[in-house]
């Protein structure tokens, strides 16, 4: 027996022991959302994860709602409109705060980001509805923010159960104040995560704002960068790459994007898809109603960003292609500085992953650049699709899972031993608590951009920072009894 058979059986026993405290009909049901990687299986079977379903009653699972998916992630980010969180103040995480989509432009004047807008749902709204209070909000939204070019209305939990007309709102509030009035149907409890509200989100773009505009001036370089919410300035470091490269960004969807790029977008050559689960739907409708092909690319890493921009380049023409290979040669011995500095430190160390649309899979490249081992990655949200591209970047043996509870992450992280742990700020302190160096990769823990070749050296500084730290050996181990 080899050694990655061996490992293969020791991490299906691990899974098969953490199952084991769950009663008898809650173990069937979490145990299809596990699976060893076995690329030899694969090539002759599909993927046989179960996703995208309700989470079993009573277990803690990371998992958010459809209103943390349209207004957390797909709306929330376009900066010259104001978002309104429709509902009780009670959804805090995001009608009070946002995943630092850095945008351009003046706080309050012509960018609304990083300014929270709620409804304030009282036991009278329940009551009596909300219709009206909604009306005089946007009126008071349009007089003291005169530059907003549009508003959407999120709308909270309690807006679905009492009936709200909320389009009748909109199509009134359009006509009187003479700017897009928008609204958004995504109440917490449809759908099974925060997944649904990215289709939501992404229909009623498609419904209201798609088309609308038109370019000044087209041309044969015009690309979008779609799914990429500029946090920490990702998109910028994105947008760096593919101008040096000779193409020219129309617009970006949404981090840092506006009202109007949303509008051209139809006039792109080229679409260009980061996190697939929140703007595939999109990215697929514009193909189909446009014609505008579209590709998925990773800018995580210097290995995944050559790769992509080689194969963005690929899809025009000699000229573009030959400004790639510059910007390749530009950057890499830079890249290289990187890796030597940091790889020496962080090489061999056991990476654990649990992430939202992307980063599960997104980011294993650039922990390998580092010489970093990922010992087991998932989702909180994934679908199908998520899994079958997922398991093709990973080592055999690997442990992938689906919408973990609280006690599987724990559970797996003391026996792998894990070195360092990526994933929300629900989770973050604790494994603090349990002695485990933590990076916040949904946001990055205030730091980024993580994207592109800039992005990669800081990257590669905050995983060691977290990994290096002196901080852990003021601590006692607590999986050595």
Do not use: C
């Given at each position: 027996m080899n050694t990655t058979e061996k490992t293969r059986i020791e991490n299906q026993k691990l899974v098969d022991e953490l199952l084991e405290v769950y009663p008898a009909r809650t173990k069937k049901f979490r145990k299809k959302h596990f699976e060893i990687v076995d690329q030899e299986a694969l090539e002759s079977s599909k993927c046989s994860m179960k996703s995208n379903i309700k989470s079993r009653p009573g277990v803690m699972t990371t998992r958010g709602c459809a209103y943390a998916g349209s207004k957390g992630v797909v709306w929330g980010p376009i900066k010259d409109m104001i978002h309104i969180s429709h509902g009780p103040v009670g959804c805090g995480q995001y009608?009070?705060?946002?995943?630092?989509?850095?945008?351009?432009?003046?706080?309050?004047?012509?960018?609304?980001?990083?300014?929270?807008?709620?409804s304030d749902f009282q036991e009278k709204d329940i009551v009596f509805g909300g219709d009206k209070k909604l009306e005089q909000l946007c009126r008071e939204v349009k007089e003291l923010f005169p530059l907003a070019k549009g508003i959407s209305i999120q709308s909270e939990c309690p807006v679905g159960l009492i009936g709200d007309d909320i389009e009748a709102v909109g199509k009134k509030m359009t006509k009187e104040l003479e700017i897009p009035v928008i609204p958004i149907r995504c109440e917490g409890f449809r759908g099974v995560s925060q997944s649904l509200g990215h289709h939501i989100a992404n229909d009623a773009i498609r419904d209201h704002v798609m088309g609308t505009r038109e370019l000044a001036e087209a041309g044969p370089y015009d690309v979008?960068?779609?799914?990429d919410y500029n946090i920490g300035g990702d998109a910028w470091a994105s947008r760096i790459l593919l101008e040096e490269i000779g193409l020219r960004v129309i617009a970006q969807w949404s981090g840092d994007g506006s009202i109007n790029e949303l509008g051209i977008t139809h006039q792109s050559k080229l679409n260009l898809v980061h996190c697939y689960r929140s703007m595939n739907y999109m990215a697929t409708e514009m193909e189909e109603k446009y014609g505008i092909p579209w590709m998925e690319y990773n800018f995580?890493?210097?290995?995944?960003?050559?790769?992509?921009?080689r194969a963005i380049a690929a899809r025009f023409d000699e000229s573009i292609q030959e400004k790639c290979e510059q910007v390749i040669a530009k950057y890499k011995p830079e890249m290289d500085k990187v890796i030597a500095k940091y790889k020496p430190k962080l090489a061999g160390k056991k990476v654990m992953l649990l992430v939202g649309g992307l980063r599960a899979r997104h980011t294993i490249g650039a922990y390998e650049d580092l010489g970093m081992e990922?010992?087991?990655?998932?989702?909180?949200?994934?679908?199908?699709?998520?899994?079958?591209?997922?398991?093709?970047?990973l080592k055999e043996s690997t442990i992938l899972y689906d919408d973990p509870a609280a006690f599987d992450l724990e559970y797996l992280a003391e026996k792998l031993q894990v070195d360092l742990m990526g994933a929300?700020?629900?989770?973050?302190?604790?494994?603090h608590k349990m002695g485990i160096p933590f990076r916040q990769m949904h946001s990055w823990d205030y730091s980024g951009p993580y994207h592109g070749f800039d992005g990669f050296a800081v990257f590669a500084r905050d995983m060691d920072a977290a990994v290096?730290?002196?901080v852990w050996n003021l601590l006692k181990n607590p999986f050595i009894h």
């Open positions: 009608s009070w705060g946002t995943r630092r989509n850095y945008a351009n432009g003046v706080l309050g004047v012509n960018n609304f980001t990083a300014m929270q807008i709620t979008a960068i779609i799914g995580f890493g210097p290995t995944k960003t050559i790769e992509s921009l990922i010992v087991s990655t998932g989702y909180e949200f994934a679908h199908k699709d998520d899994y079958e591209k997922t398991l093709k970047e929300g700020v629900k989770e973050k302190y604790v494994y290096n730290s002196p």
